[in-house]
C-alpha cells in the first residue's frame, strides 16, 4: 500500500502541483491539505482517490503564482468569532489579546475576490487523477516485487516440509526405545506385557502423528499461491497465512524431537517475513 504519486499542471499564471503519499492501513484513509481556494473540491478529491482500496493516503494540493498576487481581505465575523472566544481568556489571563496570531487562524484572511472557476477546478482535478495513476503504477510495481519475494518464502515453507519427513521414522524409533527402557528401568523387561505395551505405544504414537498437519500446511501453501494472483486478496493472504501458522504451531507441538523442532522454527521465520510484508498488500 505503500507508494507516491506526482503531478503538476499550468493554469493561466498558476502552477498546480498535487503529491499523494500512502503507506500501510487496513482501510482507506485520505488526508487532504489544499488552499483555501481549493477547499470547496475536498470531497470530490477523496471520491477520485477512493479506487485506491487501501492505505493512509495524504493528498497536499500547491499553488505557485508568478502573476500578481490579488490583495488580502479580512473576514469580519470569522476574526469577531475568534476574537471573543479568546477575550475572556486572555483577560482572566491577564494576557494581551493575540490579534497577529487571530489573523492567522483558518478562514480569518483571505484573497479578495477570489473565486474558483470551473476550468481551474477541472485543471485540479484532472491533476488530481494523474498523481492517482502514478501513485497505482508504484503500487504495481511494488506489489510485483513484494510477489516475487513472498511466493519464494512460501515455497521455502514447502521445502522445510519435506525436510521433516526423514525425521519422522528415526524418531518413532527414539520415541519407542525411550518407553521401552523407561518400562524396563521400572518394574523390569520379563515382567512388561508386549502386546500391551504395543497397544498403548501405538495409542501414544498417534498423538505424535504430523501426517494430517503436513497434509493441510501443503494444502494452503498451494491455495496461498493460487490467491496470490488474484487483484485485491491481501486480506484473503492474511487469512490463509494465519491457518499455514496454526498448521505449523501444531507441527511444533507434537514434534518431540530436536531436528524437527529446528526446522519449524525455520518455518514460523519464513511465515512471519510473509506476514510482515503482507501489510503492504491490497
Not at 479568546?86 to 483558518?106: F, N, Q, S, T
Not at 521455502?156 to 521414522?169: R, S
Not at 527402557?181 to 502423528?209: H, M, P, S, T
Request: a negative charge; proline letters at 2%; glycine letters at 6%.
Amino acid at each position: 500500500m505503500t507508494g507516491y504519486g506526482k503531478a503538476e499542471a499550468q493554469y493561466e499564471e498558476k502552477k498546480i502541483t498535487v503529491e499523494l503519499r500512502s503507506v500501510n492501513s487496513k482501510q482507506l484513509d485520505v488526508a487532504v491539505k489544499t488552499p483555501p481556494l481549493y477547499r470547496e473540491l475536498e470531497q470530490e478529491v477523496r471520491r477520485r482517490l477512493a479506487p485506491l482500496q487501501r492505505g493512509k493516503v495524504e493528498a497536499f494540493i500547491t499553488v505557485d503564482s508568478a502573476g500578481a498576487q490579488p490583495a488580502a481581505s479580512i473576514n469580519a465575523e470569522a476574526f469577531k468569532s475568534y476574537y471573543g472566544s479568546l477575550k475572556a481568556l486572555m483577560v482572566e489571563l491577564g494576557e494581551a489579546i493575540p490579534v497577529g496570531d487571530i489573523l492567522r487562524l483558518p478562514e480569518v484572511v483571505g484573497a479578495a475576490g477570489a473565486e474558483l472557476s470551473e476550468r481551474e477546478a477541472a485543471c485540479v482535478l484532472s491533476c488530481v487523477d494523474s498523481a492517482a495513476q502514478q501513485l497505482a503504477l508504484f503500487r504495481e510495481q511494488e506489489g510485483a516485487t513484494l510477489t516475487a519475494d513472498i511466493l519464494q518464502r512460501v515455497a521455502l515453507i514447502g521445502e522445510l516440509l519435506a525436510q521433516v519427513e526423514p525425521f519422522e521414522k528415526e524418531r518413532i524409533e527414539s520415541v519407542k526405545a525411550r518407553l521401552r527402557q523407561a518400562l524396563d528401568e521400572a518394574v523390569g523387561a520379563n515382567a512388561v506385557d508386549e502386546n500391551r505395551f504395543e497397544q498403548e505405544l501405538i495409542y501414544y504414537l498417534e498423538k505424535l502423528d504430523v501426517t494430517e498437519e503436513k497434509t493441510r500446511l501443503r494444502s494452503h501453501c498451494a491455495y496461498f499461491e493460487q490467491a496470490a494472483q488474484e487483484v485485491g486478496a491481501g486480506r484473503k493472504l492474511g487469512f490463509i497465512a494465519q491457518e499455514m501458522g496454526r498448521e505449523i504451531n501444531t507441527l511444533g507441538s507434537k514434534a518431540n524431537d530436536s531436528n524437527m523442532q529446528r526446522i519449524v522454527i525455520s518455518m514460523k521465520d519464513e511465515l512471519e517475513k510473509i506476514k510482515e510484508q503482507l501489510l503492504n498488500v491490497l
